[in-house]
């Protein structure tokens, strides 16, 4: 459906985009993660032939965007960051202009009801889109992606700036786009990414740093961190004994949960297991264990470990295959703030917070 | 193209733009026609014909200063590019939609005539000439005044240089009287709008004002969508 190949932007003697690859296969929700700046609106720019690329190839449906612009960008719906709405319009005049526009060929009238039915505008229909709320904008402008009926749909950040219900309702939107079209969305919210892609390419300072299903990821990243214990006894005592286990690596206290129970890190030597250590070591000191579960990492920690460069995830060209666990289809909840690894921990607990909030 | 024609034509009117153009080009033409013809008491309308272009250079810019400017800052310019049309299309929508908002203005004129033609017997030759020398400076001034409002986001940028822009290339053949050589003062008067555009008031269809207003026309054209066309590329 689409094959980027060899991407490279520059502004100035910065890389926007640096050497970006990857295909997508049809119907294939992707997911473009990365920090702010990090390239993928440039990408995604590229894309849909709204800049151009100092080398590499963007082949669409066996259409290049260069070679056959017209033939390319009709196969694609666009939300770009900013939804690119015209103040003066009704949502009516609007749609009826991009559908011109697009040279739609589809029947008009039923067509865009259709759309109006889908995004949820049908009763904002002939309002002047300056005085929609940001959520309808954003809407209208999912709608205006849709026209046509595209196969490849390509939304830039289309929950920014969204109530955490409207939030919901694109999510579920997208998914459910997802089922007809091929999508390509950016995000850096992580969460999002997790509940509606089914593979993700995280990018950073304009490279490719990993490509994989985020079950994957956080798969391959979690055999580095290690188990969260909740002990009642004395902090140092039990800090010291715990350190002092066979293939422990590390021990550290994360801090007082209840009154005289601390959460302790534990990180083991080669991935060993330690649980039965841990449970005998406790049951003879008769400090009860209160809750022990591993650290498997959040998206949040993976990401913040990937684009800090602790990490180099091979980077694939094609998802890699579906594993049979339930998690795995699950948008597997974050983990509570309390039982992640020591370290990123302190950096992760304000941005897990802030899209914790924005989610409920 | 038609879809962005449309759109263009009727976003003249849906906000004050094309209204205050049309009010104001009927002001200083109707002016100009006060002033040489009924309070002159004088049946010839060239010289309000040729004050057009005074008119034109003028306004026109009111007309010009949003048409790319205004895309690329509310960055509208996103679903124009990609969507599946060519450069042209794009910039002929938007240059045809002006067109015709400036082609409604100056109608007002034919009014004129025709209030004079209930006096005097006119000679619509003259007149008819005059409409087509109109209709291609008016074009060609669109088609600058496109030009420049694709080299800056900001609409009042692109309307002060416009004007600037403009009223230059209406002093263009008082600079010729003090050229030192005669060979370059036909080159200035070669290249005045004023001196082309005369030549159609005066009656004369000559195929070379014609060719001169068209060949800016396609000029800035071109250059406008070389400037959209960079942009991508930076």
């Known amino acids: 459906m689409l094959e980027v190949k060899n991407l490279v932007k520059r502004y100035g003697s910065k890389y926007a985009v640096n050497d970006i690859s990857f295909t997508v296969e049809r119907g294939e929700i992707l997911g473009f993660l990365g920090p702010n700046g990090a390239g993928k609106t440039t990408t995604m720019n590229i894309i849909t032939g709204y800049l151009s690329s100092a080398e590499g190839t963007v082949n669409i449906d066996g259409h290049e965007i260069l070679e056959d612009p017209i033939a390319a960008k009709s196969c694609i719906g666009y939300l770009p960051e900013q939804p690119p709405l015209y103040m003066d319009m009704t949502v009516k005049e609007y749609l009826n202009f991009v559908y011109e526009l697009k040279k739609v060929k589809l029947p008009r009238q039923k067509h865009i009801e259709e759309i109006c039915k889908t995004v949820k505008i049908d009763h904002v229909y002939n309002r002047l889109i300056r005085n929609l709320s940001k959520g309808y904008k954003q809407r209208v402008g999912v709608a205006q992606a849709l026209l046509g009926s ?63 299903t985020p079950d994957h990821l956080s798969r391959a990243m979690s055999s580095e961190s290690g188990l969260a214990v909740r002990l009642e006894g004395p ?124 989610e409920e | 193209m038609s879809a962005i024609f449309k759109r263009e034509f009727n976003a003249y009117f849906s906000s004050p733009i094309g209204y205050v153009f049309i009010a104001m080009f009927y002001c200083l033409s109707g002016f100009f026609f006060f002033l040489y013809n009924l309070a002159a008491s004088s049946s010839e309308l060239r010289y309000v014909y ?93 088609a600058v005044g496109m030009f420049i409002s694709s080299l800056t986001e900001s609409q009042l940028v692109a309307a002060i240089v416009s004007v600037v822009v403009d009223v230059a290339l209406l002093l263009v053949d008082s600079l010729a009287s003090v050229m030192p050589t005669t060979s370059l003062q036909n080159l200035v008067m070669g290249l005045s709008m004023s001196d082309h555009y005369g030549n159609f008031t005066m009656g004369i269809l000559d195929f070379a004002d014609a060719f001169f207003f068209l060949s800016i026309i396609a000029l800035f054209i071109f250059l406008t969508s070389r400037i959209l066309e960079k942009r991508r590329w930076s």
């Open chain 1, 150 to 212: 595209p196969e490849l749909l390509i939304l830039d950040e289309p929950t920014v700036g969204l109530d955490p219900k409207q939030i919901i309702e694109i999510r579920n939107l997208i998914k459910e786009l997802g089922k007809n079209h091929t999508v390509i969305l950016s995000s850096h919210i992580l969460p999002e990414v997790q509940a509606i892609c089914e593979r993700v390419i995280v990018i950073n300072e304009g490279k490719i740093i990993a490509d994989d």
């Open chain 1, 235 to 358: 902090v140092t005592e039990v800090n010291n004994a715990l350190r002092a286990l066979p293939n422990v690596h590390s021990c550290n206290p994360l801090g007082e949960r209840e009154k005289g129970v601390f959460e302790y890190l534990v990180e083991p030597e080669n991935s060993a297991d330690i649980r039965r250590d841990v449970f005998r070591l406790a049951a003879e000191k008769s400090w009860p264990i209160l809750s022990m579960k591993s650290t498997e990492m959040s998206l949040e920690e993976i990401f913040l470990k990937l684009t800090s460069g602790e990490y180099l995830a091979p980077v694939k060209e094609a998802p890699a295959p579906a594993v049979s666990d339930k998690s795995a289809k699950k948008p597997s909840k974050s983990p509570a703030p309390d039982d992640v690894s020591a370290e990123p921990a302190a950096a992760v607990e304000p941005a897990k917070k802030s899209t914790e909030g924005s």
């Open chain 2, 50 to 142: 040729s004050m057009l272009f005074t008119c034109s250079a003028l306004l026109m810019p009111i007309l010009t200063m949003r048409m790319l400017s205004e895309d690329k800052r509310q960055k509208t310019d996103q679903v124009l590019l990609t969507a599946p049309i060519g450069l042209f299309g794009l910039l002929m929508g938007k240059f045809l939609a002006a067109l015709l908002v400036y082609v409604i203005a100056v109608s007002i004129t034919l009014a004129y005539a025709l209030v004079l033609s209930v006096f005097v017997s006119l000679n619509w030759a003259v007149i008819i000439s005059s409409y087509f020398g109109i209709l291609l400076l008016g074009a060609a001034l669109i």
